[in-house]
């Protein structure tokens, strides 16, 4: 059983095509500038080498045309033809309150995942566009949508309410959805599978720490609260996006500099964070460089960051009553040696003690935590596209 993974952006689209026998990744790829002059598709087959296919692809359909033709080319595809591709996997960011888990896309589930484009306008009409793609392309395949806010439908009300007139909730749908959940479900499953206990008795922390950046409290595998909200903004501060402020910032700022709504939402999301802090970088390796430099704004970008990844990890063992294991993920939680340093200190009170020399690990699932911590501390890289993969696998065998 072949499943092909696809992930579509605005311009761009990431897929792997895994053999779900031994979860082995057959081919993997990236297009980018779709619609945009100089398309192109990256593509790596069995044997590793990579190809590039630079020609023009005016919206996601063409672009996945060319995707098949890569994945089933002579040379390097990884299948001769398109009848191996048994089932197709999509990463949706969306889907509101509609659902809880992962389900096979029928007519009735794309018109529900449209009405929640109005909740993410950027992210929904391309993973909406790369689904109808697949159904022209590959007629009788089934689609299997794989949404971010799943996995964090199982918060309580008192997690996801936000503290405005009730109507907005009920009327407009205005309430804490999280986002990353499949990130925050593989991490979790895999946690409880490395400390080989029963996912139902653990009470974990997970910290996605990429370009954008979450942590959700799970218990007994469930997520029971999360650090993004209505929309991925709220939260950490994140490479660009300023995360928690005061709401009222928002209208002082515009009032006073007269901005559009537009402008005020780029501002919060393309040029805060720790990009906005340090006037360096939104990469975190650019800032770590700068900071060894010297640069003031630099370590004081590293030192918010870290205090608010440290603020919630204190703040969610509140919420579980408990904790056993603190996981680290993403480009940051897997490979910042530094940051998970600095972001552990001061949580030896709560029993979660670091080991230095065992963190000095990048990318590999590891306990970091020294051996008598009564808290694990773990890294474990996430793998969003192979949970896509199983989850497909799961609805359609
Ligand atoms: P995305 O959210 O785009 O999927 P990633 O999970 O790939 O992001 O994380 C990207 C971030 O990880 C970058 O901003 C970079 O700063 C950070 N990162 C990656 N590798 C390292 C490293 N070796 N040291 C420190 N930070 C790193």
Known sequence: ????????????????????????????????????????????????????????????????G???????????????????????????????????????????????????IELAPLHNPPNIMGVSAMQELLPGVPNVGVFDTAFHQTMPQSSYVYALPYEYYERDHVRRYGFHGTSHRYVSQRTAEILDKNIEDLKIITCHLGNGASLAAIDGGKSIDTSMGFTPLEGLVMGTRCGDIDPQIVT??????????????????????????????????????????????????????????????????????????IVFTAGLGENGIDSRKEICKNLEFMGAVLDPEKNKVRGKETVVSTDDSRVKIMVVPTNEELMIARDTLELVK
Not at 16 to 29: H, P, R
Not at 266 to 292: H, P, Q, T, W, Y
Request: proline letters at 1%; hydrophobic letters at 40%.
């Open 1 to 64: 059983m072949n499943v092909l993974v696809i992930n579509c952006g605005s311009s761009s689209l990431k897929y792997q095509l895994f053999n779900m026998k031994d979860e082995s990744v057959l081919a993997k790829g990236l297009v980018e500038r779709i619609g945009i002059e100089g398309s192109k598709l990256t593509h790596e087959g069995p044997t590793g080498g990579k190809e590039k296919i630079e020609v023009p692809m005016k919206d996601h359909k063409e672009a996945l």
């Open 66 to 116: 060319h995707v098949l033709e890569a994945i089933t080319h002579a040379e390097y595809g990884a299948i001769q033809s398109l009848d191996e591709i048994n089932a197709i996997g999509h990463r949706v960011v969306h889907a509101g309150e509609k659902f809880s888990g992962s389900v096979v896309i029928t007519d009735a589930v794309m018109a529900a995942l449209e009405e929640c």
């Open 252 to 325: 002082y700022i515009m009032g006073k500099e007269d901005l559009t709504l537009d402008e005020m939402n780029n501002i919060m999301n393309k040029k805060s964070g720790v990009l906005g802090i340090s006037g360096v970088s939104s990469d975190f390796r650019d800032i770590e460089d700068a900071a060894k430099e010297g640069n003031e704004r630099a370590v004081l970008a590293l030192d918010i960051y870290h205090l608010n990844v440290r603020k919630y990890i204190a703040a969610y063992a509140s919420v579980l009553g408990g904790v056993d294991a």
